[in-house]
Nanobody, 117 residues
Framework: QVALEESGGGPVQAGGSLRLSCEISGPVINIYAMAWYRQAPGKQREKVASITAGGSTDYSEIAKGRFTIAQDDTKKNMYLQMDNLNPEDTAVYYC???????????WGQGTQVSVSS
């Protein structure tokens, strides 16, 4: 059974940085892409960044230039380096995995990121 677990969230001041991690446990079968999403209070969940098994990355406008997505060689660990954070980045961040960047089948429970001004 596949499970995803995020870590690395927490409080940070505006302008600061955080590095989120996502670990996949269980058989990595039919998982060819992973992504980070976030959901702020009262808002819909939105995609932050994605990465394929081949290493191709894609970023939303909110993430370009500030966030970096990466994965390790095992493809069981994914990271999101977030720099120059601002209060609008406050949200629960979720990692997801699936067969492609448009079809995420597995989701983590989320990790809270809180940015204070």
């Amino acid at each position: 059974q596949v499970a995803l677990e995020e870590s690395g969230g927490g409080p940070v001041q505006a302008g600061g940085s955080l590095r989120l991690s996502c670990e996949i446990s269980g058989p990595v079968i039919n998982i060819y892409a992973m992504a980070w999403y976030r959901q702020a209070p009262g808002k819909q969940r939105e995609k932050v960044a994605s990465i394929t098994a081949g290493g191709s990355t894609d970023y939303s406008e909110i993430a370009k230039g500030r966030f970096t997505i990466a994965q390790d060689d095992t493809k069981k660990n994914m990271y999101l380096q977030m720099d120059n954070l601002n209060p609008e980045d406050t949200a629960v961040y979720y990692c997801a995995a699936g067969i492609n960047v448009f079809t995420m089948r597995y989701w983590g429970q989320g990790t809270q990121v809180s940015v204070s001004s």
